[in-house]
Structures are given as structure tokens and as C-alpha cells.
């Protein structure tokens, strides 16, 4: 079945980086374009941008410009998301959630998420 | 930037029908799709352009969108509903979420 695993939990300081990987399984990677998502403790979902899984093309929302950079892997169906320079701020759950077959307007399936903690 | 406006919580009493909105500008005129989040787990599509249902979602589930406000419905509310809801829509090819709705089903 379509699947999306993503990487365990992180515990950086700040000014460090991170890269977090979203493992798809159960369809063709290159058809459907990867969002991100971003969800800071207690809070709501947050529309980080997405990839074009065919041209490797990402888009980022306007809040997620510089510091953050979408990528791929096609020959293992991984996507990345790293994050430079790390802020407390960054502390949250990062989902992948593939674009859906349902149309570009939706999101389906998701990652289980993966906790990135900034602290010093 | 576009919002979506949802009501923080709403409470009912199993077997009633929950209603969730969302509020935005023309939303109408946009596809809006829906996301449960269950405390601890990832969020579900559970409605996707307006008022369509993936397999596997019960049939209690359903959606509208109308002017500038898009519904979700679930009839015959059970516990295991209880959860966060999110209304997703997009504006100038940017994904936005409403602040989500927390349903207390009890």
C-alpha cells in the first residue's frame, strides 16, 4: 500500500542543521508532487511548500524562504527537508504528505512526522 | 496572505451531528479538502474537494462549500471521532490551513 516513512527524531542546537528524509513506497514516486508540512507543539498545520517530484522544482510559502530547502533522492524515492541554522523557534513536528490522487488541492497520505527539538 | 477561520472547538454528545466550519474569502470558489488528527498521530484526508469521501471514510462524513463557508459534518458522532480538525483551501497556488477545530465527542 502507498506509504510514507519518514526519519526519527532530532535534538539539535541551535545555529545547526538538519536534514529530515520522507521514504515513499506503494507508487510511482515521480507522478505525484511531495508537500511539507510543519506543526509547532500545540499548534496547528502549517503549509511549509512543496516539490515537484519530476523536475525536482520545489516552491517554499513565504514564511519558509532562505533557511529551509527541499530535495530528492528519485533512486531510492526519498525526500528531503533540511533546515539551516536552526532557531528554538524550528522546534515542531515536520510531516511529508504526497500531493493527492484526488487532484493537486489535497494532501494523501501523510508521514508519521518527524520531532525536531532546538534547544541549547 | 489568505485566511481561514475555524471555530476553536465544538463539543456534542455521541450520536448527535457535529458541525465544523470554515470561513474564508470566495472559499466557494475554491476546492477545500478536510484532516483529522487524532492526539499523537499524523492528520487524515477525510474529505477532499468539498464534498467528496475517500475510501475508506465512514459515510457519516460529509462536506459542503458554499460563499465564503465550507462545512463538515459528521452525523451520528461517535468517541473515536473526537479530534482536530483541519479545513485546507488554496489561494494564488499557496496551501493554507484554518487553526483547526478540536471536537470533544462525550
Known amino acids: 500500500q502507498v506509504q510514507l516513512v519518514q526519519s526519527g527524531s532530532e535534538l539539535k542546537k541551535p545555529g545547526a542543521s538538519v536534514k529530515i528524509s520522507c521514504q515513499a513506497s506503494g507508487y510511482s514516486f515521480t507522478y505525484f508532487s511531495m508537500h511539507w508540512v510543519r506543526q509547532a507543539p500545540g499548534q496547528g498545520l502549517e503549509w511549509m511548500g512543496w516539490?515537484?517530484?519530476?523536475?525536482?522544482?520545489?516552491t517554499y510559502a513565504q514564511a519558509f524562504t532562505g533557511r529551509f530547502v527541499f530535495s530528492l533522492d528519485t533512486s531510492v524515492k526519498t525526500a528531503y527537508l533540511q533546515i539551516n541554522n536552526l532557531k528554538t523557534e524550528d522546534t515542531a513536528v515536520y510531516y511529508c504528505a504526497r500531493e493527492s490522487t484526488t487532484g493537486t488541492t489535497a494532501a494523501d497520505p501523510w508521514g508519521q512526522g518527524t520531532l525536531v527539538t532546538v534547544s541549547s | 496572505s489568505y485566511e481561514l477561520t475555524q471555530p476553536p472547538s465544538v463539543s456534542v454528545s455521541p450520536g448527535q451531528t457535529a458541525t465544523i466550519t470554515c470561513s474564508g474569502e470566495k472559499l466557494g470558489d475554491k476546492y477545500v479538502s478536510w484532516y483529522q488528527q487524532r492526539p499523537g498521530h499524523s492528520p487524515l484526508m477525510v474529505i477532499f474537494q468539498d464534498e467528496q469521501r475517500p475510501s475508506g471514510i465512514p459515510e457519516r462524513f460529509s462536506g459542503s462549500n458554499s460563499g465564503s463557508t465550507a462545512t463538515l459534518t459528521i452525523s451520528g458522532a461517535r468517541t473515536l471521532d473526537e479530534a482536530a480538525y483541519f479545513c485546507l483551501a488554496w489561494d494564488n497556488d499557496t496551501a493554507v490551513f484554518g487553526r483547526g477545530t478540536k471536537l470533544t465527542v462525550l
Open positions: 516539490i515537484n517530484t519530476n523536475t525536482g522544482i520545489p
